[in-house]
């Protein structure tokens, strides 16, 4: 049974900066890519950036390129997203995700094991 559970959360305001960290048990953390996902009230859920198994290939989605940085620790069994400079429309429900696969992907449907997300608020 894979679990995962993230942490780091909270409340910042415009311009600040927040780490996520994402801990993924149950099987071989170092085999799959993971994902950073992010839904808001009334919004899809989207995918806000991925690495691959290994860390050497990382995604983001267009809204927060250079200002979030994906990173893993195989060792600790443990993804991170990394987030500054931030905007009030970053604010929403973060979920950690754990692929089905090694490659990164920003496609929901490669994604099959879900944290229960952490919120971030970011006021102006």
């Known amino acids: 049974q894979v679990q995962v559970v993230e942490s780091g959360g909270g409340l910042v305001q415009a311009g600040g900066s927040l780490r996520l960290s994402c801990v993924a048990s149950?099987?071989?953390?170092?085999?799959?890519?993971m994902g950073w996902f992010r839904q808001a009230p009334g919004k899809e859920r989207e995918c806000v950036a991925a690495?691959?198994?290994?860390?050497?290939?990382?995604y983001y989605g267009d809204s927060v390129k250079g200002r979030f940085t994906i990173s893993r620790d195989n060792a600790k069994y443990t993804v991170y997203l990394q987030m500054n400079s931030l905007k009030p429309e970053d604010t929403a429900v973060y979920y950690c995700?754990?692929?089905?696969?090694?490659?990164?992907?920003?496609?929901?449907?490669?994604?099959?094991?879900w944290g229960q997300g952490t919120q971030v608020t970011v006021s102006s």
């Open positions: 995700s754990a692929g089905r696969y090694g490659r990164a992907s920003m496609k929901i449907d490669e994604y099959g094991y």
């Open positions: 690495i691959d198994y290994s860390g050497g290939n990382l």
């Open positions: 149950g099987r071989t953390f170092s085999n799959y890519a």
